[in-house]
């Protein structure tokens, strides 16, 4: 006798039918999600990073998608953006700029963030804000130093450069996601893992 075992959704992509193409798609459409809010940037002149909906865009993908697919979607993101898309705020594209660590700590972020969420953690009010808390420092443990290096500073300037004036920001992206996804799994009808 076998069990009917009904399939829980561990992460919000987890409820898109579909199998291999299903996740093509939504690591292709993240990575595209994230160059467009790349674009919505606002150039600082006392500081060569802008303030863009990039991490936003990042770690709602990481946390919809799951750790395999988020990081893969923002592997593809960085890896497109090397290659010349200039899908990287302010239309960068390559290595050479002082803000491409951050995009190198996508990846991680996105995986951690996806990591968590698949856990719960995106289903509640408290577990979406500490994910995305999380995912934050992520970006900043990688971007800082590269910040620091590309401009020749040392890292508590470098913090003050590069944390420091997109902190409120985080807070209210942050705040953003963490009525958006447990909303949405409300919607979905699935609240609880």
């Known amino acids: 006798m076998t069990a009917n075992v009904a399939h829980r959704p561990r992460v919000l992509a987890d409820l898109v039918p579909g199998g291999l ?35 936003f865009a990042v770690l709602l993908s990481g946390a919809a998608l799951g750790p395999l697919r988020g990081g893969a979607a923002m592997g593809l993101y960085l890896l497109a953006g090397v290659a010349g898309v200039p899908w990287f705020a302010e239309h960068n594209s390559g290595i050479g700029f002082p803000s491409f660590g951050y995009i190198v700590g996508f990846m991680l972020a996105a995986t951690l963030v996806g990591a968590l969420a698949r856990r719960g953690a995106d289903r509640s009010l408290r577990g979406t804000a500490t994910m995305m808390v999380a995912g934050n420092l992520v970006i900043y443990a990688v971007g800082v130093p590269y910040l620091a290096l590309a401009i020749g500073v040392g890292l508590p300037e470098a913090i003050g450069l590069g944390v420091v004036p997109f902190l409120v920001g985080d807070a209210l992206k942050i705040a953003l996601a963490a009525g958006l996804l447990p909303a949405a799994w409300r919607l979905a009808g699935t609240s609880r893992a």
Not at 27 to 50: D, H, R, S
Request: proline residues 11%; aromatic residues 6%; without cysteine.
């Open 21 to 55: 193409v299903r996740d093509l798609a939504l690591v292709a459409g993240a990575a595209a999600f994230t160059g467009v809010a790349a674009q919505v940037a606002i150039p600082l002149p006392f500081t060569p990073i802008p303030i863009s909906l990039q991490t």
